[in-house]
């Protein structure tokens, strides 16, 4: 199954955004990068998974955009090994 988003979040503006974990996004990019082999900074978002922030590629940069499957999770205090993502429906809530 194919992971989309519809809005990107780069590395580069959640280091702004969040000064305390920018060398652990910047370690976890670099932990990406090396396997998937693109320099393209742009490419490279911040997702939430099971409440980690992990590093994510996009594959395909047109809307709505696609994500690899290869994530790296991190936290304040590290990075974790390299994951895989899995896309599950859910109904959305209404209260």
Known sequence: MKNYLD???TV???KNDHPALA???EKARNVLAYFVQSD?????VIIE???YKCVAFVAKTAYHYELAETIVPFDKDR???IQGLVTKYLFKRYR
């Not at 393209?40 to 490279?44: A, K, S, V």
């Open 49 to 51: 998974v099971e409440g």
């Open 7 to 9: 809005n990107i979040y």
């Open 40 to 44: 393209d900074l742009d490419n490279y």
């Open 12 to 14: 580069s503006q959640f």
């Open 79 to 81: 990075v974790y090994p």
């Open 23 to 25: 060398e652990q996004a």
